[in-house]
């Protein structure tokens, strides 16, 4: 007889932009490959061909706040199709870098589009779907702001927002992880690179002792 396969298991990492999240991206995907899981490591706005060409007019293109967010659910549709719910039915572990609660925080937050609206769009596009756990890497909007000054790269049209954007937005965070501590962990990021990932990696740990 067979069994049906468990569902996989879906974790999300958020921050503002110069948390640390993509450094630490690849530091919870070798801990659960390294843990003998099958792992999809993808990130949004983008994870799909049609996701990734969505994600280069987002971040270079000016544009409504509306168009905004509804590229940002348009491309998340895609992915959840074809990438995200294919791989948990598989059984697989699916680590996302940003998913809904980013929408949430920096379209809904940070540019004041009604978050009714917001988790409408939600419903639609990914019934039912949210992240079993959420890494919130966590800094102070100045802190954030040295690390991205730091980088010898042109800034992208959301890394020019303003500070109180920023501060809009992970006030949103920190309100998202307060009313579902179930689903977040908070991670201090203000630390050195690798006590934040010995962090993350102790939860990553915990989580893959525990049926999620
Ligand atoms: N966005 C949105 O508005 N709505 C949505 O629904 C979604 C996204 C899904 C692209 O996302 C943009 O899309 C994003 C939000 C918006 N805004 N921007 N910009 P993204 O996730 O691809 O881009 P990002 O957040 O800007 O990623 P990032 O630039 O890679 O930032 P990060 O991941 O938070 O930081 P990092 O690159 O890992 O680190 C920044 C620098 O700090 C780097 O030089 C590191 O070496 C350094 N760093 C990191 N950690 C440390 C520690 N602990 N100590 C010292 N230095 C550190």
């Known amino acids: 007889?067979?069994?049906?396969?468990?569902?996989?298991?879906?974790?999300?990492?958020?921050?503002?932009?110069?948390?640390?999240?993509?450094?630490?991206?690849?530091?919870?995907?070798?801990?659960?490959?390294?843990?003998?899981?099958?792992?999809?490591?993808?990130?949004?706005?983008?994870?799909?061909?049609?996701?990734?060409?969505?994600?280069?007019?987002?971040?270079?293109?000016p544009m409504h706040y509306a168009t905004e967010a509804l590229l940002m659910f348009a491309a998340r549709q895609e992915h959840v199709l074809s990438v995200i719910e294919p791989a948990l039915l598989r059984g697989e572990v699916v680590v996302c870098d940003r998913f809904t609660d980013a929408t949430l925080a920096y379209q809904g937050a940070g540019k004041g589009l009604p978050i009714d609206r917001l988790e409408a769009l939600a419903n639609w596009v990914h019934p039912g779907l949210?992240?079993?756990?959420?890494?919130?890497?966590?800094?102070?909007?100045?802190?954030?702001?040295?690390?991205?000054?730091?980088?010898?790269r042109i800034a992208d049209r959301f890394e020019r927002?303003?500070?109180?954007?920023?501060?809009?937005?992970?006030?949103?965070?920190?309100?998202l992880a307060a009313a579902e501590p179930l689903r977040w962990v908070i991670v201090d990021g203000t630390r050195d690179l690798e006590s934040v990932r010995d962090d993350l990696v102790h939860h990553m740990r915990k989580i893959l002792q525990e049926p999620v």
Do not use: C, N, W
């Open 161 to 175: 927002e303003s500070a109180e954007f920023f501060a809009r937005v992970r006030g949103h965070y920190l309100a």
């Open 1 to 61: 007889m067979t069994h049906p396969t468990q569902r996989g298991v879906f974790i999300t990492l958020e921050g503002i932009d110069g948390a640390g999240k993509t450094t630490q991206f690849e530091a919870v995907v070798g801990a659960l490959r390294a843990a003998g899981r099958t792992v999809v490591a993808t990130r949004e706005p983008g994870g799909t061909p049609i996701g990734e060409r969505i994600r280069a007019l987002l971040l270079s293109e």
């Open 130 to 152: 949210a992240p079993d756990l959420t890494f919130l890497i966590d800094v102070p909007v100045e802190l954030a702001a040295q690390r991205l000054r730091a980088q010898a």
